[in-house]
């Protein structure tokens, strides 16, 4: 196990980093950001002799310290209740992109993954890179049998520098939550951390990445106008992925587009479309539909690439979710607000009226109005009030969806910038209740849900007697171990502040040396 040194030594060169950007700045302002944390960003910032006027430059800062970072940031670029709006706006423009591994590195690892020489595989590939990204780098190739193949590489070593920036990243969110009370315990940073390991270790080995593409492409398989390229798994292992080649042109080429006589409005509609299709008819969704992964083809299909990050919703929470975007645009507010209490996003101590009033102050101005007109950081800092005046804990499956909602939404709007979002939707959130949520689909639902709770009541009564064995039956096992924190918040207020008022002082300390010997 890594020892806290050690994270200790990894925060202090990375905060160095951060706070020669800037970029602890908005934590040391922000009024609900713990005092402790607080505290600690501003000794960081003075061992580096950096002010606090000028434009923080968050993206820069998260590229310059590695890979993990690239992608954890491309995460928080989700969280603007978690980092606050100018740095996830900021976040947002943080490209994936560092430069190439060599070619003969990427020939040995193909070789080294398949056990053979790569003209066994591949006739042709260009030693040239079409993209390369924190984890893996994409070359074009032909295979022996004449087809034209994406070929996505892992880059050497990635998978251990990621597991090691992890381990600190676990250890940092749960003095975070330690030293935060209420308020980091509701954004629930270590979930946050969970998830991001959950998904990168998915990145990380491409056999998922290929199975998700499979997955999505059975999903989609009845929609027209998208389609998900093929896999070609005699050629595809953990560390090597082996795709069809996609001819066509991105969506963000919005001009070539129009010269070459695509239909720009319907396109959008299209892209919407699919979005919902995924989201809601499949719970199974393409979690990174931004510009450079997706393109058109001649016949006007959207063609889908890069199935690293992928979101996924239980049948329930997507009738939840059909019920509250089909009320926000019909305007039934009071609706809206019962489906969040019934999901339990709010606590049952808050009132149902206020909390529809609050919807209502949100929804209300936008309703009926293209995109252009709206402001997207003022809807958000609207829902993320909400969220802190009615104690909702973040929940990082509805994240990961907004933040390929406003991915969607944005590339939309550049393809037809008078879209109305919410009358693209209605009629096929309308539809989709109508099948899902009527008479004959509640019956359905609840014979089958009898039946399977008929089936599981022999195992329920079996781990019961599990948990609770009789006398002299097994014992109760023990609890998942835990972080080892730095000081325990049992001390109280004055002890848990002495525990990290040193551990400060040792990073700091730390940062000074370094910095003044030249390391950092």
């Known amino acids: 196990m890594t020892s806290s040194a050690t994270h200790l030594f990894r925060l202090a060169r990375w905060g160095v980093t951060l706070a020669r950007r800037r970029a602890l700045v908005g934590i040391e302002n922000d009024p609900n950001a713990p005092s402790t944390l607080r505290r ?55 490209q994936d992109s560092l430069p190439p591994v060599p070619f003969a590195e990427i020939k040995a690892a193909i070789e080294g993954s398949f056990g053979q020489p790569i003209d066994k595989l591949f006739a042709e590939i260009d030693p040239e890179p079409v993209g390369a990204a924190s984890i893996a780098q994409v070359h074009k190739g032909t295979t022996t049998d004449g087809r034209k193949v994406a070929i996505k590489v892992l880059r050497p070593g990635i998978r251990e520098k990621f597991a090691r920036d992890i381990q600190t990243y676990e250890w940092a969110a749960a003095h975070l939550e330690a030293m935060g009370g209420g308020e980091a315990e509701r954004l629930r940073p270590r979930l946050t951390i969970a998830n991001f390991k959950r998904w990168t ?127 926000l645009t019909t305007g039934n507010y009071r609706r809206v607000a019962e489906i969040h209490f019934e999901a339990q996003y709010v606590p049952s101590y808050h009132s149902v009226g206020e909390f529809a009033t609050a919807l209502r102050a949100v929804g209300e101005p936008m309703r009926g109005k293209p995109v252009k007109e709206l402001s997207v950081g003022q809807m958000l800092d609207g829902l993320f009030a909400i969220t802190r005046d009615f104690d909702m804990q973040t929940q990082p499956h509805l994240l990961l969806l907004q933040k390929t909602m406003v991915m969607v939404e944005g590339i939309a709007t550049q393809l037809n910038p008078d ?66 924190l730095l000081t325990d918040r049992s001390q109280g207020a004055g002890g848990g502040w002495i525990g990290y008022f040193i551990a400060g002082l040792v990073g700091a300390g730390a940062v000074w040396g370094a910095t003044v010997a030249g390391l950092l």
């Not at 359905?444 to 195992?459: H, I, M, S, V, Y």
């Open 201 to 327: 270790n998915s990145e990380l080995d491409l056999r998922r990445e290929a199975a998700s593409a499979s997955e999505l492409a059975e999903q989609m398989a009845g929609v027209p106008g998208y389609r998900i390229p093929g896999i070609d798994w005699d050629r595809t292992n953990g560390r090597v992925l082996t795709i069809e080649w996609i001819d066509g042109i991105k969506i963000s080429r919005v001009d070539e587009l129009r010269a070459r006589g695509h239909d720009l409005a319907a396109l959008s509609d299209k892209l919407v479309i699919s979005f919902l299709t995924q989201a809601i008819s499949a719970g199974f969704f393409h979690a990174d539909m931004h510009q450079g992964n997706l393109f058109v083809e001649d016949d006007g299909t959207i063609a889908a690439i890069d199935f690293g990050i992928m979101g996924r919703i239980d049948r329930r929470a997507r009738q939840w979710l059909a019920e509250i975007l089909y009320g």
């Open 40 to 94: 600690m960003v501003r000794l960081a910032r003075l061992a580096t002799l950096t002010g606090k006027r000028g434009t923080p430059d968050y993206a820069g800062a998260f590229r310059a310290i590695g890979p993990a970072a690239i992608k954890l940031g491309q995460s928080l670029a989700t969280r603007p209740d978690l980092v606050g709006e100018e740095a996830a706006n900021n976040l947002l423009s943080l």
């Open 419 to 484: 879209i109305n979002m919410w009358d693209t939707a209605a009629p096929y959130v309308r539809s989709w209740i109508r099948d899902e949520l009527g008479p004959e689909a509640a019956l359905a639902d609840r014979l089958k849900q009898d039946t399977e709770t008929l089936f599981r009541l022999p195992g329920l009564i079996r781990r019961l007697e599990e948990k609770f064995p009789p006398k002299g039956g097994a014992p109760e096992p023990p609890p998942l171990p835990e972080i080892p």
